[in-house]
């Protein structure tokens, strides 16, 4: 969505929203430097969302100029959680992010638990009683079915799931 600021106000508006402010203008679709000018307003530059940190989210703050002298959107790292006080109840920051990560790591646990059992359901004919069920094949699933014991867990990585013979 295009974005413009307005130079004496430094309002900003999407295109449509100064169309609308300019309802006996004709615009062009594709707006130029002399339509800007004519209009007194800036194009607002798309720019990268900030680094964040863990618990934190980038949020948009507004617009400022860069080095070049345009104008572009502004992002800010904000941290996802806060302090809280709830019928007399703190709960600190860290409450809150442990309470959130344990939350991941819960879901993340249950997915490769799903991938864990659907990788043993693959191997299970091999232990019908008329196949013979080689050792190397009784190592796979029993490191599958230890998955849970990796130093890892539950936050695995491709190279921690034991190798399919």
């Known amino acids: 969505m295009s974005e413009y600021r307005e130079r004496t106000t430094g309002e900003v508006k999407s295109q449509g929203q100064w169309r609308a402010a300019f309802p006996n203008m004709s615009l062009p679709r594709v707006w130029g430097a002399n339509v800007c000018d004519s209009m007194n307003i800036d194009p607002v530059l798309a720019s990268p969302a900030a680094t964040v940190g863990a618990y934190q989210y980038s949020a948009r703050d507004g617009v400022e100029q860069n080095s070049n002298g345009d104008w572009v959107e502004k992002y800010v790292a904000r941290d996802m959680f806060a302090d809280t006080t709830e019928d007399g109840v703190t709960t600190t920051k860290a409450e809150h992010e442990a309470a959130y990560q344990a939350t991941l790591d819960a879901n993340t646990a249950t997915a490769n638990r799903s991938t864990r059992d659907s990788k043993l359901e693959e191997t299970d004919w091999h232990g019908m009683s008329d196949v013979t069920m080689s050792s190397e094949m009784t190592t796979y699933r029993q490191a599958l079915r230890d998955i849970t014991a990796h130093e890892n867990w539950p936050n ?10």
């Not at 190279?159 to 013979?165: C, E």
């Open 156 to 165: 695995l990585q491709d190279a921690d799931w034991p190798t399919k013979p």
